[in-house]
């Protein structure tokens, strides 16, 4: 685990210069590791010998007391042969049982980390309600309070109401609540007081799974799997065809850019996906999140690590998906939400301000 994180992070350890710390911390590690290691061996190794002294030693008394009873006419050497014979057979399972002893101890840690996240309890499907047809994208809070930690409100009394095809913004300083409201909205947490409803429909009363297939998500951190780029575009859609894959990624301008690849469509993203620029990552998300064809479209600061003529592409991708969708957007950025329907200003978890661009600026809040 620590030569995996520092193998990860191999430039900010070279640029903060914590290349010696870091041996010495990994010196440290294997230190401990060896001496463990040793313990663990020497007992494994002791058991066998201590075992086979301990059958040697049953086999002696066994020999000994027998021939004595032989010797005195109370026990025949047919029956005396026999008892060593029921000897040797239990001895001979133990001994391969110690044997796997450093197995055994290594599946039983295994298997407790197995069970550990078994155990953890499911989240409750509560799927009373059944969707029929795709949701319109009218979304309500009322009266909504939540909290992560008890007796630490953080969103208190929040209402808002969304038409459908509306695009809301949702600006506000670090901890405002702002990635809080697009979880309560994907029920990553469920609201403490007051509801969610999409449609008329409370959001606790339907299928997670069904619910969720509804939106679509860029965010700010990227993330693409290990496989050919046409893959990881069809995670969107997986019945989409070749033909779909394409126009989804003109409609996101990264057509051109993928064709200039070695391998084009095909070509394999490795594992950290560091092939390719953050950015290009970025409009592979937006195309991703296009071939999904949502109903309700969240944008977690999908512009806030790109340079200005990239974000002027991916506003332009971004334009291309929120057309007729009800899109939830998070952004610092003023060119980013300037063109939205309701700009919701957050603190403490509570709106302080709320309107369009022009009428913010008009009441100089």
């Known amino acids: 685990g620590f030569v995996q994180e520092n193998l990860t992070g191999f430039n900010v350890l070279k640029l903060f210069g914590r290349e010696d710390r870091s041996l010495d911390d990994f010196k440290e590690i294997t230190e401990d590791l060896q001496k463990v290691g040793f313990k663990a061996n020497f007992i494994s190794g002791l058991m066998m010998p201590v075992l086979n002294g301990l059958s040697d030693l049953t086999y002696l008394i066994v020999a000994v007391l027998g021939g004595l009873q032989v010797l005195a006419g109370h026990l025949t050497i047919g029956n005396m042969q026999a008892f060593v014979q029921y000897v040797w057979q239990i001895n001979q399972p133990i001994q391969n049982l110690t044997q796997l002893a450093g197995q055994l101890q290594s599946a039983k840690s295994s298997l407790d980390r197995i069970f550990q996240l078994m155990d953890e309890p499911d989240e409750a499907n509560d799927a009373t309600e059944v969707l029929e047809g795709d949701l319109t994208g009218q979304v309500s809070f009322k009266h909504v309070d939540f909290q992560y930690v008890a007796d630490k409100p953080l969103i208190r009394d929040f209402n808002l109401e969304v038409n459908p095809g509306e695009m809301v913004a949702i600006v506000g300083p670090t901890g405002a ?4 409201i697009i979880n309560l909205l994907m029920r990553f947490y469920d ?24 939106f679509g998500m860029v965010l700010q951190d990227a993330w693409l799997f ?29 057509d051109h ?45 999908a512009t806030s690590s790109v340079d200005t003529r990239l974000e002027l592409l991916i506003q332009k991708a971004m334009k291309t998906l929120m057309q007729g969708r ?32 022009e009428s913010l600026l008009a009441d100089k809040g």
């Open 177 to 180: 609540g702002k990635s809080t």
């Open 326 to 357: 009800t899109s939830f957007v998070i952004a610092h950025r003023l060119s980013t939400i300037q063109e939205a329907d309701k700009i919701l200003v957050l603190k403490d978890g509570q709106i302080i301000e709320q309107g369009n661009h």
């Open 191 to 214: 609201v403490t007081a007051g509801s969610i409803s999409v449609d008329g429909h409370d959001i606790r009363n339907l299928s997670r799974q069904d619910y969720r297939k509804q």
């Open 257 to 301: 850019f993928i064709r200039t690849l070695p391998g084009g469509y095909n070509m394999e993203m490795n594992q950290e996906s560091s092939n390719i620029s953050l950015g290009q990552k970025q409009l592979l998300t937006i195309a991703r999140a296009l071939l999904a064809d949502p109903k309700i479209l969240i944008l977690d600061e």
């Open 226 to 254: 290990e496989g050919t780029i046409k893959e990881n575009l069809r995670f969107g859609n997986l019945e989409a065809t070749d033909e779909e894959i394409v126009e989804a990624a003109k409609a996101a301008n990264v």
